[in-house]
């Protein structure tokens, strides 16, 4: 046995195998590191997504209430002219009705011309 000749461990090699450890116990540190970053990256990218969309519907509901402001005031319009002009039929109708006399031979009806037979009404234009 003592022919054989003995082996000395080399004091580098030990160095380099801590330095090993080391290098490797970053370089894992690092691999979770960017794993958490790339998710919270992904995250932000998510909520970016959403404040654009959120501001593009804000500005488009903006948008929207800037024209729809005119449309209420012109609704108002054709609603009160609709109103004016309603009322306006309702007396128009009254003074008609109170124009129309009893008589069916002077209510402005005429007998038919051709068959002989039949009334066709005449109006009379109301004056302005």
Do not use: W
């Not at 932000?44 to 519907?57: D, H, V, Y």
């Not at 800037?66 to 004016?84: G, I, T």
């Not at 124009?99 to 038919?112: E, I």
């Amino acid at each position: 046995m003592k022919n054989r000749p003995h082996f000395r461990p080399n004091p580098y090699y030990e160095d380099l195998e801590r330095m090993e450890e080391a290098v490797m116990s970053i370089l894992h540190n690092l691999e979770m590191e960017n794993t958490e970053i790339h998710e919270n990256n992904h995250k932000l990218k998510k909520e970016i997504t959403f404040s654009r969309n959120l501001l593009s519907q804000l500005l488009m509901e903006n948008t929207c209430r800037k024209m729809l402001f005119p449309l209420k005031q012109e609704s108002k319009e054709v609603h009160l002219d609709c109103a004016l002009n309603q009322k306006y039929l309702v007396d128009f109708n009254k003074k008609d009705k109170d124009q129309q006399r009893p008589d069916p031979a002077s209510s402005g009806l005429r007998k038919c011309k051709r068959a002989g037979i039949g009334h066709t009404p005449v109006r009379e234009l109301p004056e302005e």
